[in-house]
């Protein structure tokens, strides 16, 4: 064979066999972890909750159900959802009295006197999943960020544990976990709704007061109950694009 | 833990009640604040020709290196991996404030901090270089980078780099400080923290603490050494140092009376913390003891005609309480901004520890280490004239 062309050659399979390896591996690096679900695809997808205070009994089931299926400490100071009992007098709305023992893990306990004119209700928190999430915006070296499907995950591979993202986040969903020193949040049970499942909390709520919802499928209730209710996200000031919607939300909820 | 929970008043977020930021991170902001202070009062001797201030040029080119070297340290310490950070550099999330805290470190500490020591020292190391003898000879050696040329021409070439360098240095040293302001300020989840102005009180927080430690560490040096102090000098330090605290003292003032008369949601939580849990750091130490006080003693040198040991007094009074009020003004800043609630329906305590990874001695030998590199670094390159055996006076 002439040289030259044998060198060609040469270079030419070797271009081929280097393009081919840098795709696969750009592939990998711009899909992040492909999820192992082979039907499961993220482009399609684009996740929220709807939560009903109106029908909320702050019995605590999911927050005993997420601590459970996500191993979280069980501590009283680690939460990936909790819930709030808010007792507001009508005449006082910005001043409201919270409470939230052990994050509403054990239930609430009862009130010995109710007064009438105090008007009550359970608020259950979690990871807003915001689109454009100040926590993610803040991360130093991008180990928390939201997913092509909307859900603001973290690789606790790659989390300094600086706890920058703590104190972004404005309404207290993130905590660091004293057993990996990395931060850790609600993935919005993210093993589970890649393979067809509702999260643990949803799954779990006797009232059907938390509703996982993919605003991306239409034939999801989600929209309906959207269409159908006055739904507002939590601290709407401060723009963060949160995808958690709450039906009833009094105005002295923070 | 339960004790934690037990000092909590009304109601926090359930993962708010330990606090995330402690006395490290109260520290990381004293620290590039002292540099970049120290740095600005070094510029204005080099930019301007005020020779007033020129016995503390060097000693304060010095301490920004020596207290630069240390700044890190505490975020380090504070990481919950800190094998990790040097992802910063080689991944960083630009969106992130933090992110750039490396580059411009980096850019501060070698390009000019380092390099404008380097030229200014240049003819200094080479002549102890040619004059020592032993491993020191070799260090001296190294440290000229083994080129002796100190030619007039060269050393001309050497102060018009200087120069350059701290006409850059001066927006550096701003962007240093500034950017620590800002990574507090732009957390909007924060109302304590969340101003355009944090920035600008930082950076005005920073010169009047750098300018206070140069001028306490220029009269250590001098009372060790047993020379007299030269008063002019000394007279212009703290005149500039009054000038820098009236700045930021009504900067402070500005953001407070902002803050009240605007009376936003997070008002009223912010003004129980003031006049409870905040109150001793705040409005006693900071305030009272740590700014109204000094600079009251400041204005007095500037009003009335005192005698030099009068003034030295006054001098030395003032700048510790000053470095107090700043350091309490840092605290406040990182821990009062965890004590309330985001919901504003309660406050938690912070609870520090002693001799753990985040505790206080740590951060006490953080802020005695400074010291011991700057007086490392006073030995090697001494700020002052040295009397050289045949060399004469140099430096």
């Known amino acids: 064979m002439n040289p030259d062309r044998r060198a060609f050659l040469q270079k030419t399979g070797k271009l081929l066999v280097l393009s081919a390896s840098a795709s696969v591996a750009w592939e990998a690096i711009v899909a992040g972890r492909p999820e192992t679900a082979e039907n499961y695809k993220m482009s399609d997808h684009w996740w929220g909750m709807v939560i009903d205070i109106d029908v909320c009994i702050g019995c605590g089931s999911c927050v005993r159900a997420c601590k459970e299926e996500n191993d979280v400490p069980r501590e009283p100071l680690f939460f990936r959802t909790w819930v709030e009992r808010y007792q507001v007098t009508p005449d006082d709305l910005e001043h409201p009295t919270v409470d939230s023992p052990n994050g509403g893990y054990d239930g609430f306990p009862v009130k010995d006197k109710v007064d009438e004119k105090v008007k009550h209700f359970y608020v259950p928190k979690l990871c807003n999943h915001c689109h454009q999430s100040p926590c993610v915006q803040v991360c130093p070296v991008g180990a928390t960020f939201v997913s092509p499907d909307g859900v603001v995950l973290v690789d606790k591979t790659y989390c300094l544990g600086c706890r920058y993202c703590v104190q972004a986040c404005p309404y207290g969903c993130r905590f660091i976990d004293p057993r990996t020193e990395t931060v850790d949040k609600c993935t919005l049970c993210y093993h589970r709704i890649t393979k067809g499942l509702t999260t643990a909390c949803c799954e779990t709520c006797p009232t059907g007061a938390r509703q996982l919802g993919d605003l991306k499928n239409p034939k999801d209730p989600i929209h309906e109950f959207l269409r159908e209710h006055h739904v507002l996200v939590l601290k709407p000031q401060m723009a963060t694009g949160a995808k958690v919607y709450y039906n009833g939300l009094d105005g002295s909820v923070r | ?395």
């Open chain 2, 1 to 395: 833990m339960e004790s934690v929970l037990q000092s909590v008043q009304g109601f926090m977020y359930p993962n708010e009640v330990e606090l995330q930021w402690g006395i490290l991170i109260v520290l990381y902001p004293f620290t590039t604040g002292l540099v970049a202070g120290a740095f600005i009062l070094a510029s204005l001797e080099r930019v301007f020709n005020v020779e007033a201030v020129k016995p503390t040029y060097r000693l304060a080119l010095l301490t920004a290196l020596a207290f630069l070297l240390v700044a890190p340290l505490p975020l380090q310490l504070h990481l919950g991996h800190p094998e990790r950070s040097l992802e910063m550099y080689l991944t960083p999330h630009t969106e992130s404030a933090m992110a750039m805290f490396g580059f411009v470190y980096l850019w501060y500490l070698m390009v000019v901090l380092v390099l404008e020591i380097w030229l200014d020292y240049r003819k200094d190391i080479v002549l102890m270089w040619r004059e020592s003898s032993g491993p020191t000879r070799w260090l001296y050696g190294a440290m000229a980078l083994w080129s002796d040329n100190i030619s007039p021409a060269s050393l001309a070439l050497d102060d018009r780099i200087g120069r350059a360098l701290t006409v850059v240095g001066i927006p550096s040293a701003f962007l240093l400080h500034g950017y620590v302001g800002f990574i507090f300020g732009s957390v909007k989840a924060n109302p304590w923290w969340s101003t355009p102005l944090m920035p600008i009180v930082f950076l005005f927080s920073a010169i009047v603490s750098g300018i206070a430690a140069v001028m306490l560490v220029y009269m250590v040096t001098a009372w060790w050494r047993e020379r007299a102090f030269d008063m002019g000098c000394l007279d212009t330090v703290a005149r500039y140092l009054f000038y820098a605290f009236m700045i930021d003292f009504s900067l402070e003032m500005l953001d407070l009376i902002h803050r009240i008369y605007e009376a936003d949601e997070s008002f009223r939580a912010l003004d129980f913390m003031v006049h409870t849990r905040l109150y001793t750091s705040q409005v006693l130490v900071q305030i009272l003891a740590g700014t109204i006080v000094p600079l009251g003693m400041l204005g007095l040198v500037q009003l009335v005609q005192l005698s030099e040991k009068a003034r030295r007094r006054i001098y030395a009074m003032a700048g510790v309480l000053t470095l107090i009020g700043v350091f309490a003004m840092r605290w406040n800043v990182v821990i009062g901004g965890q004590l309330f609630s985001k919901s504003f329906l309660g406050y938690t305590s912070y609870k520090m520890n002693f001799a753990t990874r985040e505790g206080l001695l740590p951060a006490i030998l953080l802020l005695i280490l400074p010291f011991v590199i700057l007086a490392v670094l006073i030995r090697l390159l001494p700020p002052w004239k040295v009397q050289r055996h045949g060399a004469g006076v140099s430096g």
